[in-house]
Protein backbone atom coordinates (compact mmCIF):
# COMPACT_ATOMS: atom_id res chain seq x y z
CA UNK A 1 0.00 0.00 0.00
CA UNK A 2 1.03 3.78 -0.64
CA UNK A 3 2.60 5.58 1.99
CA UNK A 4 3.66 9.04 3.03
CA UNK A 5 6.63 10.19 1.68
CA UNK A 6 8.90 12.36 2.54
CA UNK A 7 11.62 14.23 0.90
CA UNK A 8 14.68 14.84 1.60
CA UNK A 9 14.90 12.42 4.36
CA UNK A 10 18.18 14.18 5.89
CA UNK A 11 19.02 17.78 5.16
CA UNK A 12 22.38 19.48 6.76
CA UNK A 13 21.82 23.64 6.95
CA UNK A 14 23.61 26.23 8.33
CA UNK A 15 22.40 28.83 10.76
CA UNK A 16 20.19 31.84 9.15
CA UNK A 17 19.49 29.58 5.91
CA UNK A 18 16.31 28.24 4.38
CA UNK A 19 15.18 24.71 4.39
CA UNK A 20 11.80 23.64 2.17
CA UNK A 21 10.26 19.81 3.65
CA UNK A 22 8.29 17.89 0.98
CA UNK A 23 5.30 15.81 1.64
CA UNK A 24 3.45 13.62 -0.77
CA UNK A 25 0.18 12.48 0.92
CA UNK A 26 -1.58 9.05 0.69
CA UNK A 27 -3.46 8.95 -2.43
CA UNK A 28 -7.03 10.22 -2.19
CA UNK A 29 -6.02 11.86 1.79
CA UNK A 30 -7.40 15.23 2.28
CA UNK A 31 -5.49 16.69 5.19
CA UNK A 32 -1.97 16.71 6.19
CA UNK A 33 -0.24 17.43 9.55
CA UNK A 34 3.11 18.54 10.12
CA UNK A 35 5.13 17.72 13.53
CA UNK A 36 8.21 18.15 14.78
CA UNK A 37 10.47 15.94 16.82
CA UNK A 38 12.94 17.18 19.18
CA UNK A 39 15.86 14.47 20.46
CA UNK A 40 14.16 12.39 22.71
CA UNK A 41 11.39 14.57 22.65
CA UNK A 42 7.65 13.94 21.68
CA UNK A 43 6.06 15.25 18.63
CA UNK A 44 4.78 18.63 18.75
CA UNK A 45 2.29 19.55 16.11
CA UNK A 46 2.72 22.35 14.22
CA UNK A 47 -0.04 22.85 11.61
CA UNK A 48 -2.24 21.35 9.35
CA UNK A 49 -4.19 21.64 6.32
CA UNK A 50 -7.39 20.03 5.38
CA UNK A 51 -8.42 20.40 1.22
CA UNK A 52 -5.54 22.89 0.61
CA UNK A 53 -6.67 25.27 3.32
CA UNK A 54 -4.84 25.92 7.09
CA UNK A 55 -7.05 24.04 9.06
CA UNK A 56 -5.39 24.34 12.43
CA UNK A 57 -1.80 26.12 13.66
CA UNK A 58 0.28 24.96 16.81
CA UNK A 59 3.55 25.71 17.85
CA UNK A 60 4.93 26.87 14.67
CA UNK A 61 7.23 30.01 14.91
CA UNK A 62 6.60 32.68 12.42
CA UNK A 63 9.80 32.33 10.32
CA UNK A 64 7.81 28.85 9.23
CA UNK A 65 5.32 28.79 6.82
CA UNK A 66 3.48 26.33 4.62
CA UNK A 67 0.74 25.24 2.33
CA UNK A 68 -0.84 22.71 0.73
CA UNK A 69 -1.11 22.36 -3.20
CA UNK A 70 -3.53 21.37 -5.87
CA UNK A 71 -2.46 18.11 -6.01
CA UNK A 72 -2.18 17.71 -2.12
CA UNK A 73 1.56 17.86 -1.24
CA UNK A 74 2.22 20.10 1.41
CA UNK A 75 5.81 21.87 1.45
CA UNK A 76 7.40 23.49 4.67
CA UNK A 77 9.27 26.18 4.39
CA UNK A 78 11.94 27.62 7.55
CA UNK A 79 13.65 30.47 7.18
CA UNK A 80 16.62 32.34 9.02
CA UNK A 81 17.10 28.29 10.59
CA UNK A 82 18.54 28.22 14.61
CA UNK A 83 19.72 25.64 16.09
CA UNK A 84 17.34 24.82 18.07
CA UNK A 85 14.94 23.74 15.04
CA UNK A 86 17.10 20.49 14.60
CA UNK A 87 15.02 17.90 15.01
CA UNK A 88 13.11 15.23 13.05
CA UNK A 89 10.29 16.58 10.89
CA UNK A 90 7.02 14.30 10.38
CA UNK A 91 4.06 14.65 7.86
CA UNK A 92 1.33 12.68 8.43
CA UNK A 93 -1.62 12.32 6.31
CA UNK A 94 -5.61 11.43 6.84
CA UNK A 95 -9.17 11.07 5.20
CA UNK A 96 -11.44 12.85 7.16
CA UNK A 97 -14.39 11.22 8.84
CA UNK A 98 -17.79 11.97 9.18
CA UNK A 99 -17.27 12.59 12.91
CA UNK A 100 -14.21 13.58 12.66
CA UNK A 101 -12.65 10.81 12.88
CA UNK A 102 -9.87 9.76 11.41
CA UNK A 103 -6.42 7.96 11.58
CA UNK A 104 -3.10 9.61 10.73
CA UNK A 105 -0.50 7.99 8.78
CA UNK A 106 3.21 9.38 9.08
CA UNK A 107 5.86 9.36 6.90
CA UNK A 108 9.79 8.58 7.41
CA UNK A 109 10.51 11.70 8.69
CA UNK A 110 12.95 14.39 7.56
CA UNK A 111 16.14 14.69 9.66
CA UNK A 112 17.38 18.28 10.30
CA UNK A 113 20.67 19.45 11.38
CA UNK A 114 21.12 23.21 11.31
CA UNK A 115 25.03 23.44 12.48
CA UNK B 1 -6.04 21.96 27.48
CA UNK B 2 -5.37 18.07 26.44
CA UNK B 3 -2.50 16.17 27.77
CA UNK B 4 -1.19 12.39 27.55
CA UNK B 5 1.20 11.08 30.59
CA UNK B 6 2.99 7.80 29.94
CA UNK B 7 4.89 6.01 32.58
CA UNK B 8 8.35 7.11 32.29
CA UNK B 9 11.22 4.42 30.65
CA UNK B 10 13.16 3.12 29.92
CA UNK B 11 11.14 -0.43 29.99
CA UNK B 12 13.83 -3.52 30.48
CA UNK B 13 12.23 -6.70 30.21
CA UNK B 14 13.04 -10.43 29.04
CA UNK B 15 11.48 -12.35 25.86
CA UNK B 16 8.37 -13.45 26.87
CA UNK B 17 7.53 -11.30 29.67
CA UNK B 18 4.28 -9.35 30.19
CA UNK B 19 4.23 -5.96 29.04
CA UNK B 20 1.82 -2.97 30.76
CA UNK B 21 2.70 0.67 29.74
CA UNK B 22 0.54 3.01 31.42
CA UNK B 23 -0.84 5.79 29.77
CA UNK B 24 -3.57 8.50 31.48
CA UNK B 25 -5.39 11.27 29.87
CA UNK B 26 -6.65 14.47 30.17
CA UNK B 27 -9.64 16.27 27.45
CA UNK B 28 -12.33 17.50 27.67
CA UNK B 29 -15.22 15.24 26.11
CA UNK B 30 -14.86 12.03 24.02
CA UNK B 31 -11.53 12.15 22.48
CA UNK B 32 -10.04 9.28 20.40
CA UNK B 33 -6.91 7.40 21.22
CA UNK B 34 -4.19 5.87 19.99
CA UNK B 35 -0.54 4.04 20.38
CA UNK B 36 2.11 4.92 18.01
CA UNK B 37 5.21 3.00 17.79
CA UNK B 38 8.65 3.91 17.18
CA UNK B 39 11.13 1.81 15.90
CA UNK B 40 15.12 2.79 15.97
CA UNK B 41 15.81 5.48 13.31
CA UNK B 42 12.28 4.94 11.83
CA UNK B 43 9.29 7.27 11.42
CA UNK B 44 5.79 6.68 13.89
CA UNK B 45 3.46 3.24 12.92
CA UNK B 46 -0.08 3.34 14.47
CA UNK B 47 -0.01 0.08 16.40
CA UNK B 48 -3.74 0.39 18.35
CA UNK B 49 -6.47 2.70 18.59
CA UNK B 50 -10.23 3.03 20.21
CA UNK B 51 -12.33 5.75 19.49
CA UNK B 52 -14.96 5.70 22.00
CA UNK B 53 -15.39 4.61 25.85
CA UNK B 54 -15.03 1.04 26.20
CA UNK B 55 -13.61 0.11 22.66
CA UNK B 56 -10.70 -2.49 22.73
CA UNK B 57 -8.13 -1.83 19.55
CA UNK B 58 -5.66 -4.52 19.23
CA UNK B 59 -3.00 -5.33 17.15
CA UNK B 60 0.29 -7.68 17.05
CA UNK B 61 -0.86 -8.79 20.56
CA UNK B 62 -0.73 -5.92 21.75
CA UNK B 63 -4.39 -4.47 23.28
CA UNK B 64 -5.64 -1.19 25.11
CA UNK B 65 -8.86 -0.74 26.47
CA UNK B 66 -10.69 2.81 26.31
CA UNK B 67 -11.35 3.24 29.51
CA UNK B 68 -13.78 6.75 30.81
CA UNK B 69 -13.96 6.07 34.32
CA UNK B 70 -10.39 6.30 34.92
CA UNK B 71 -9.10 8.13 31.94
CA UNK B 72 -6.44 5.53 30.75
CA UNK B 73 -5.63 2.95 27.88
CA UNK B 74 -2.57 1.07 29.22
CA UNK B 75 -0.73 -0.49 26.57
CA UNK B 76 -0.87 -4.50 27.15
CA UNK B 77 0.96 -7.35 25.74
CA UNK B 78 0.87 -11.15 27.00
CA UNK B 79 4.66 -12.23 25.84
CA UNK B 80 7.08 -9.67 23.86
CA UNK B 81 9.72 -10.12 21.98
CA UNK B 82 12.66 -8.58 21.19
CA UNK B 83 11.35 -7.16 17.97
CA UNK B 84 9.12 -5.31 20.39
CA UNK B 85 12.57 -2.56 21.68
CA UNK B 86 10.96 0.50 20.34
CA UNK B 87 9.92 3.94 21.95
CA UNK B 88 5.97 3.99 22.10
CA UNK B 89 3.63 6.86 21.88
CA UNK B 90 0.21 7.46 23.70
CA UNK B 91 -2.00 9.98 22.01
CA UNK B 92 -4.95 11.58 21.72
CA UNK B 93 -7.11 13.55 19.05
CA UNK B 94 -10.12 15.51 19.52
CA UNK B 95 -12.76 15.83 20.03
CA UNK B 96 -12.79 17.30 17.00
CA UNK B 97 -15.34 19.72 17.16
CA UNK B 98 -12.82 21.78 19.69
CA UNK B 99 -9.56 20.63 19.11
CA UNK B 100 -9.42 19.36 15.22
CA UNK B 101 -8.08 16.41 14.35
CA UNK B 102 -4.20 17.34 15.63
CA UNK B 103 -2.67 14.52 17.77
CA UNK B 104 -1.44 15.64 21.43
CA UNK B 105 1.39 13.24 22.68
CA UNK B 106 2.83 11.48 25.68
CA UNK B 107 6.48 11.65 26.68
CA UNK B 108 7.32 8.70 24.86
CA UNK B 109 8.04 5.07 26.70
CA UNK B 110 11.52 3.25 25.72
CA UNK B 111 11.16 -0.83 25.61
CA UNK B 112 14.07 -2.63 25.62
CA UNK B 113 13.23 -6.21 25.50
CA UNK B 114 16.19 -8.86 26.36
CA UNK B 115 16.86 -12.37 24.85
Known amino acids: AAGVIQSPRHLIKEKRETATLKCYPI?????VYWYQQGPGQDPQFLISFYEKMQSDKGSIPDRFSAQQFSDYHSELNMSSLELGDSALYFCASSLKGLAGEETQYFGPGTRLLVL | GNSVTQMEGPVTLSEEAFLTINCTYTATGYPSLFWYVQYPGEGLQLLLKATKADDKGSNKGFEATYRKETTSFHLEKGSVQVSDSAVYFCALSGPFYNQGGKLIFGQGTELSVKP
Open chain 1, 27 to 31: PRHDT
